[in-house]
């Protein structure tokens, strides 16, 4: 008995997880183990040009070939129930309704999780306590909440209206910051930020995605901006069940 324990307790040691990050620009894998730790290097490939489901699978093809792993979880920037992606604003239409989890399952031959790409940010980056918002600064706007560690799925807050008649995604997603360089943007963000504690009153926030780097005004203590990798590390805590 004793020794059975001890077998299994060493497998589950040594799962290897493939995380998979499915971005507006970039389509990023890490191969980690079951704490998180990478046993490869991140790989990316652009996000192709018309990112359709078979596109996007043809990459994730691609970017797991030569790498050796026992299951798989997924990053999607869209609502995502039970491994089926629900809406997708900056990939592609043939999203919607689209079986996600069970193609990848028949693809790579392992079993296969899909979350919501802030959701995924956010288990991989919350402390567990209190109330916790997660933001993702990138092609879109993410969010994540959790209260006490416990995740609140798809909190779609990026769609939602911020200023001006525009959404949070339209006044600070990567086309806005394109459209109106950096000091503008910060200063949107500033006022996002001082929005989302008076509707949250959240105990902390996070802010992650590629474009924290592009911040530069002083952030109130309760707010704290976590590396892109986390998008990735996340993945291991879908499979705490
Ligand atoms: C999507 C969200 C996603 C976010 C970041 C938004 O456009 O609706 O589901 O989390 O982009 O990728």
Redesign the pocket.
Known sequence: MGEAIETLATETLAIATLAVDI??SGIKVMVLDHQGNPLSERDRIDTPAVPTPEAVLEILQQLAAGKTFDRVSVGF???VRRGVTE????LHPDWIGFDLAGALIQQLGKPVRVA???DIQGLGAVAGEGVELVI?L??????AMFLNGRLIP?L?L??HPFRKGETY?EQL?RAALDEIGKRRWNNRLERAVDLLERIFNYDSLYLG?GNTKKIDFVLPVNVKIVPNVTGLLGGIALWKD
Do not use: L, M, R, S
């Open positions: 971005g507006g920037p869209g609502v809406t997708a604003a900056n919501n790409d802030a993702t990138g092609t879109g706007i993410g969010a798809n779609e990026g769609h995604e997603g995605g």
